[in-house]
């Protein structure tokens, strides 16, 4: 911070802008803004702060004005476009589970068998074996 009152922090400036990257610190004080933000609007009932920044800024000055602070701009936009569409998720998730669907579980890994084998080692030798094998089929 500089000396006068209002100067801003040229940090802060930079990271809100994009012009510099947020360290681990600057990062969980970003998260702990964002949470203390989303916590406000719940308690309001607010679902969407993008559409209603207006509401969203009446009912919860101090933590608006913290999260914009302490997040860079973009981060700010994507937290709140975020917030909308994991809410719209659990709320068909919701749905869904009154309709009786049934809940799969779904593994992402590309190896089912566990980690992927050891990869052999080729020389030329043994790519020549493998093409020869290929001709003669």
């Known amino acids: 911070m500089g000396w006068w009152p209002f ?62 602070r302490d997040c860079a701009a973009a981060w700010v936009k994507y937290f709140k476009q975020w917030r909308v569409a994991d809410l719209q998720k659990r709320r068909r998730l919701d749905e869904l589970r009154k309709q009786g669907a049934q809940e799969m579980t779904v593994s992402t890994a590309f190896a089912p068998d566990g980690p992927a084998p050891e990869k052999a080692a080729t020389g030329k030798a043994d790519i020549q074996e493998m093409l020869e094998r290929k001709k003669a089929r």
Do not use: V
Request: proline share 5%.
């Open 7 to 68: 100067s801003s922090d040229p940090r802060g400036d930079a990271i809100r802008s994009g012009d510099a990257i947020p360290n681990r610190a600057e990062r969980s004080q970003c998260w702990a803004s964002r949470d203390a933000y989303f916590a406000c609007l719940d308690a309001h009932s607010i679902l969407d702060a993008g559409k209603d920044a207006a509401a969203a800024a009446k009912a919860c000055p101090t933590q608006t004005a913290d999260f914009e």
